[in-house]
């Protein structure tokens, strides 16, 4: 019997040796834009901007740089005494946490993290001695805004911080290098590049030293779709005079997306160098794109492009595949912890929440008759290139006034939900529920009922399907015995064209109209591609 499965595995590692497995864009189908990433030994991690999401900063672990699990998250609240992260006084919707970055500090044996909080205006740095947490913040600069941030720890220790700048009219398209001294704050701050029409317009920048070389890794968003890198050989202050374009509109990787920019670097253990970039998806968000680099005669890397130029949609893996969690899955909610795979909209009230045997207990946190102004909604990223998730609903403790269900959200929602009116209980599906972004995200439209059912009993299953072929056209169904499931109301469409930074999620919500005092528990939260 002990023979049998050693067999096999010698069998396995032999076919990996032979076959080269190739992985197809994007290595994760999911909104993770502004990627940072770093290496630890032989394991990567990922880190990710998540705006008003709270927690913030997810970092994702992989050993392949293909498949990646979600692990932590590097921003544990907005503990920040500005009550519109917590939905309570304002409302942080697309501000927060922007392009922010993530280093293993070797000396101190410590993980590093820091992010200028977008509409707060102050830069926080988190540390923790395991990349997993506890991470805790250790230092706040109050007179800066250090803008789309990268980190370095160089080899003497001294921590440097490559950003941009944010001003009343914008980023100002200008690269600053911050030294930190011991307490992190800023010692001191220089302009080290000013970008021209040649380059365009510049942010995002990451800040490297490969062999003694430091290199600014920028991006030119929008329209350009690129990416440049200057160097300065010699001191870290600069000059950063000789530059290379290392991107400019190389293709969609994904279908129907936009061309790779931004993104980070990493090395592997062999000396090999990968890129992960991100597309833009419409709706759907921003997703993460990997490709192998090579190094030229001039100490420049370049992208190894398919013969037209472009980036392309599938490479051999980078290492030996190693799975890790898979993406799609069932969650009961029985651990203390809820999965970091999920984030609230806004801090949550803790007060208001419980995971146990039973599932995850939601309280109504918020008495309003406007969702966007509803605390405790808990979000996932919906999964490209289809989407399908079922609750399974026990609303037997619902009070009067309230709704509960399952939403799909942007700065447009739907929902399918029970309502609780007096001794009336019906399933809902809600559309038009909007915000205006370009008015402070005031609640334009509160949603019309656009149609409903009676239901009985205390379980319901809420089901939510986005395609592939609409991937803004979310189609919510319901059922009552777990088997057969309604189509209700519409197709709910999920509005594109705004400034809105994230993509689409499916969220989970209770709120009460009327009274506190009324629970539902979401007994499983199913995800799977269908
Ligand atoms: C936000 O909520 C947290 C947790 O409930 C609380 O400790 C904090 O004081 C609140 N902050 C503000 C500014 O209201
Ligand atoms: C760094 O230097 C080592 C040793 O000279 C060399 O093997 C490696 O290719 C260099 N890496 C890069 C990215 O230049
Ligand atoms: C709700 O049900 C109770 C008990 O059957 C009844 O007394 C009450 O009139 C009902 N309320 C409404 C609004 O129908
Ligand atoms: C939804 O996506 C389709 C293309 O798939 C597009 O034509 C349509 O304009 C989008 N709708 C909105 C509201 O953005
Ligand atoms: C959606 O997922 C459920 C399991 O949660 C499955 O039974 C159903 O068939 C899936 N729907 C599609 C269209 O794949």
Redesign the pocket.
């Known amino acids: 019997m002990g023979i049998l499965p050693a067999f096999a595995a010698a069998a396995a590692v032999l076919q990996l040796s032979v076959m080269a497995e190739t992985f197809a864009q994007p290595p994760v189908f999911q909104d993770l834009p502004d990627v940072d990433l770093i290496r630890v030994e032989d394991t990567f991690y990922y880190s990710s901007s998540t705006f008003h999401y709270s927690p913030g900063a997810p970092i994702l672990r992989s050993y392949d740089l293909v498949n990646w699990e979600y692990l932590s998250h590097s921003l544990p609240t907005f503990e920040f005494?500005?009550?519109k992260f917590?939905l309570?006084e304002g409302r942080a919707y697309n501000d927060g946490v922007y392009a922010s970055s993530l280093r293993y500090h070797k000396s101190q044996n410590k993980f590093y993290w820091v992010g200028c909080m977008q509409g707060h205006g102050r830069t926080y740095i988190y540390t923790a001695p395991e990349i997993d947490g506890p991470w805790v913040k250790a230092s706040t600069i109050i007179d800066y805004c250090l803008y789309d941030a990268g980190l370095l720890i160089d080899d003497d220790n001294t921590i440097y911080v490559a950003s941009g700048k944010w001003t009343p009219n914008g980023a100002e398209s200008q690269t600053w290098i911050a030294a930190l001294n011991e307490n992190l704050q800023v010692e001191r701050q220089e302009s080290v590049f000013q970008s021209n029409e040649e380059l365009g317009y510049i942010e995002g920048a990451r800040f490297y030293k490969i062999n003694g070389t430091y290199f600014l890794w920028l991006t030119n968003p929008g329209v350009g779709r690129g990416q440049i890198m200057l160097r300065s050989s010699g001191d870290v202050w600069g000059p950063y005079d000789s530059w290379h374009r290392v991107l400019a509109n190389n293709g969609a990787p994904i279908e129907g997306s936009g061309a790779p920019h931004q993104g980070a670097l990493v090395d592997t253990s062999d000396g090999q160098y990968w890129y992960m970039a991100f597309v833009e998806l419409g709706t759907s968000g921003r997703f993460p794109v990997l490709a192998p680099l090579e190094w030229d005669e001039d100490g420049w890397p370049n992208v190894v492009f398919d013969e037209n130029g472009h980036w392309k949609s599938s490479y051999d893996y980078p290492l030996p595949r190693r799975d890790v969690e898979p993406i799609e899955g069932r969650f009961e909610f029985a651990d203390s912890k809820i999965p970091a795979r999920f984030e609230w909209n806004h801090?949550p009230?803790?007060e208001k929440w419980l995971t146990g045997h039973d599932g995850l207990m939601l309280h109504t946190a918020t008495v309003t008759d406007d969702f966007f102004a509803a605390r405790n909604t808990l979000t996932h990223r919906i999964l490209g290139p289809q989407s399908n998730v079922t609750i399974d609903l026990d609303y037997s403790s619902m009070a009067d006034g309230d709704r509960a269900g399952l939403a799909t959200l942007r700065y447009n929602a739907g929902w399918i939900g029970v309502a609780k009116d007096g001794n009336s209980t019906t399933v809902q599906m809600v559309d038009h529920v909007e915000m205006d972004p370009s008015n402070d995200f005031v609640t334009v439209s509160k949603g019309d009922v656009i149609a409903e059912e009676p239901i009985l009993g205390d379980r319901i299953w809420l089901r939510c399907q986005i395609s592939t072929k609409s991937p803004n056209l979310s189609i919510f169904s319901y059922s009552t015995d777990g088997e057969t499931f309604i189509e209700l109301g519409q197709a709910h469409e999920t509005q594109q064209g705004a400034v809105w930074f994230t993509g689409t999620r499916h969220g989970i919500f209770n709120f009460a109209t009327k009274n506190h005092g009324g629970y539902v528990v979401v007994k499983a939260f199913d995800i799977h591609l269908h």
């Open positions: 005494d500005d009550p917590n309570t801090n009230d803790n």
